[in-house]
């Protein structure tokens, strides 16, 4: 079992930065890819940026190519999406997601490969 608490999401100007934090608990945190999705209002939830199991591949969306990044910490259980030069259209709750599983190297964009999921933090970005 995998438990997720997303934190860090907050309002904030067009140009700012952000970074949300993902605490994952367990003791098998090292052999779960990691994953931040995202849900604007009246929209489907979109894949927003992954880090493999390992840690040496991350994954992003086109739409946040170069502008976000994705990183772990295997020390600390932790998760993060650092997000710049944020854009009004980055609004939405946030989630972080772990696969069902471990050592997943599927299709990261699949949300239904994941089991585990955050209560989401929402990020509101206005111009």
């Known amino acids: 079992q995998v438990q997720l608490v997303e934190t860090g999401g907050g309002a904030v100007q067009a140009g700012d930065s952000l970074r949300l934090s993902c605490a994952a608990s367990g003791r098998t945190f090292r052999v779960y890819a990691f994953t931040w999705f995202r849900q604007a209002p009246d929209k489907e939830r979109e894949f927003v940026a992954a880090?493999?199991?390992?840690?040496?591949?991350?994954y992003y969306a086109d739409s946040v190519k170069g502008r976000f990044t994705i990183s772990r910490d295997n020390a600390k259980n932790m998760v993060y999406l650092q997000m710049n030069s944020l854009k009004p259209e980055d609004t939405a709750i946030y989630y972080c997601a772990a696969p069902k599983m471990a050592y997943y190297s599927g299709n990261y964009s699949n949300a239904g490969d994941y089991s585990y999921w955050g209560q989401g933090t929402q990020v509101t970005v206005s111009s």
């Open positions: 880090v493999s199991w390992s840690g040496g591949n991350t």
